[in-house]
């Protein structure tokens, strides 16, 4: 019983940050290693990915060359459709309601002086016709971004949770039987 209380809390304070409209501060991330967190409700699926500014664009600074700025335009116009980051089978009738793209930026002085740490964050919130079919999705991010590392992906449904490690040579996750 306790294992369950823990699990349902756990789920629903995962829900709630994932639905809650606020944006999020840059933490210390690790360059290379990217996360994405799925949280599914009902007919409700939500994709939120943090992901350091490296691994999209090939730095963190802030962009301020014309060509450092067609850069980062070229990477959030890329973020735009989001079959260019993830595919989503079509036999779950998954429609997107909504998408948030954007830098988070911080400046990071205890490690390197006066240097800022850019995050790309993207978030897709899509209402699903048949989410209980829904058990595999595809990661074209690899393929679309050249500095891609690797994708921690902290997966929660009404039924549990799991993590998975996406990378370049297989990028796929299986969800068959976990919604």
Do not use: W
Request: glycine content about 4%; aromatic content about 14%; overall charge negative.
């Amino acid at each position: 019983m306790r294992l369950f209380l823990y699990i349902s809390i756990s789920f629903y304070f995962f829900i709630s940050l994932l639905f809650a409209e606020e944006t999020r501060q840059v933490d210390k991330h690790e360059h290379g290693v990217s996360e994405l967190n799925i949280a599914i409700q009902s007919n409700t699926m939500v994709l939120e990915f943090m992901i350091p500014g490296a691994d999209i664009v090939g730095f963190e600074y802030e962009a301020k060359s014309e060509q450092d700025k067609a850069t980062v335009n070229a990477a959030l116009t890329k973020f735009d459709d989001y079959n260019n980051i993830f595919i989503i089978p079509t036999n779950s009738k998954c429609l997107l309601v909504s998408s948030k793209i954007n830098i988070n930026q911080e400046d990071d002085h205890d490690e390197h002086q006066e240097e800022a740490h850019n995050e790309f964050y993207a978030k897709y919130t899509f209402e699903c016709g048949d989410i209980k079919s829904l058990d595999l999705l595809e990661f074209p991010y690899f393929e679309t971004f050249s500095n891609y590392g690797e994708l921690e992906v902290q997966f929660v449904s009404e039924i549990g949770s799991t993590s998975f490690e996406v990378e370049a040579d297989s990028p796929i996750i299986n969800i068959e039987g976990k919604i």
